[in-house]
C-alpha cells in the first residue's frame, strides 16, 4: 500500500505531521521545548512515476549482491548497535570514537535519535510504504516489520553524521560519505527503496537546523564539544575508509567525487 498525498502546511509554520496530532513524546529534544512545527515536506514517489521505476530497477540489480562482501556489510550495519554506528565514522573523522571516551556526545546523541526515531516512525505510519523485497519479491538479508518510507537506520546514520560535523567540520566530505554508505546498505539488503534512503540525507539536515534553534540542545553540545577536542587524533596518512562508496545513492548535500580505483572496491 502506498499513501503519495503531499505533505501540505494546514496553518502556517506548521506542518500537518504535527498539526494532525502527529506530537513528539518521551525524552528527546522537540517534545521538551514544546515544539509542533518541523517543516518537514516530504513524499513517496507515486506508483508509476519515474522514481519509483528507479527504485524498483535498483532492487532487482542489487539481488545479485547476496553472499557478497558487500552484502556481508549490509548484514553488519543492520546489527550495529548505536554505540557500534558511531564507532564505524573513526576513520571519516581521524578520531578513535567510543562510548567510554564521548560520554557527552552519546548523551546528546541518545536524545537526538529519539526524536528522529519518533519523526521517522510518524512518518511511515503516515505513508504506509511496503518494503521493496515485499513490493517486489526477492531475497533481503534482514525481514524488518512495518514500512519501507523513510528509513530509520539511514535516518540514524545521517543524524549521527551531522553531528560528528559539528565537532569536524574539516572532515565534513569524508563523514557524509560514510552515512551515505550506511544508508545504502538499506537498498542492498532489500528492505528499503533508494527513494527511502535518499530522503534522510535531507530530513536529518532539517531535523538538526531546528534542534539547533533549542537551548536544551545548544547547552548539550557545548558539554560535548570539550571532550570531542581531547579525542586521540588516528593517523590520517593513506587512509582509505570507504570500502563501499555508496553508488545508487544521489547526493544532496555535496559533490562525491570517487577515483576509478576507489569504485572497483565496490562488489557488483
Excluded at 191 to 201: C, F, G, N, R, Y
Amino acid at each position: 500500500m502506498r499513501k503519495t498525498g503531499k505533505l501540505t502546511l494546514t496553518v502556517i509554520g506548521c506542518s500537518i505531521l504535527f498539526c494532525s496530532g502527529y506530537y513528539m513524546s518521551g525524552g528527546g529534544y522537540l517534545n521538551r521545548y514544546g515544539e509542533q512545527r518541523m517543516l518537514l515536506d516530504i513524499t513517496p514517489p507515486p506508483a508509476g512515476s519515474v522514481e519509483q521505476k528507479r527504485d524498483e530497477k535498483v532492487f532487482l540489480h542489487t539481488r545479485s549482491y547476496k553472499d557478497s562482501a558487500r552484502w556481508k556489510q549490509a548484514i553488519s550495519d543492520a546489527r550495529a548497535t548505536p554505540a557500534e554506528l558511531v564507532q564505524g565514522f573513526s576513520c571519516a573523522t581521524a578520531r578513535r570514537l567510543t562510548s567510554e571516551n564521548m560520554p557527552d556526545f552519546f548523551k546528546l546523541f541518545a536524545k537526538m535519535s529519539e526524536d528522529s526515531e519518533k519523526l521517522v516512525r510518524k512518518s511511515k505510519k503516515l505513508f504506509e510504504v511496503t518494503r521493496p523485497y515485499v513490493a517486489y519479491g526477492g531475497v533481503s538479508c534482514t525481514k524488518p516489520s512495518g514500512y519501507d518510507y523513510p528509513s530509520g537506520h539511514a535516518m540514524e546514520g545521517w543524524t549521527a553524521a551531522r553531528l560528528l560535523v559539528e565537532f569536524f567540520p574539516e572532515h565534513r566530505a569524508a563523514i557524509f560519505a560514510h552515512a551515505r554508505s550506511i544508508a545504502e546498505s538499506r537498498v542492498i539488503c532489500g528492505v528499503h527503496s533508494v527513494s527511502a534512503v535518499e530522503v534522510d540525507e535531507d530530513y536529518s539536515e532539517k531535523l538538526v537546523d531546528r534542534l539547533k534553534k533549542l537551548p536544551a540542545f545548544q547547552n548539550d553540545l557545548s558539554a560535548a564539544r570539550s571532550e570531542m577536542e581531547k579525542l586521540e587524533k588516528l593517523p590520517e596518512t593513506n587512509r582509505q575508509c570507504e570500502k563501499f562508496p555508496a553508488e545508487y545513492v544521489k547526493p544532496f548535500s555535496i559533490e562525491m567525487s570517487l577515483s576509478q580505483e576507489f569504485r572497483s572496491n565496490v562488489v557488483r
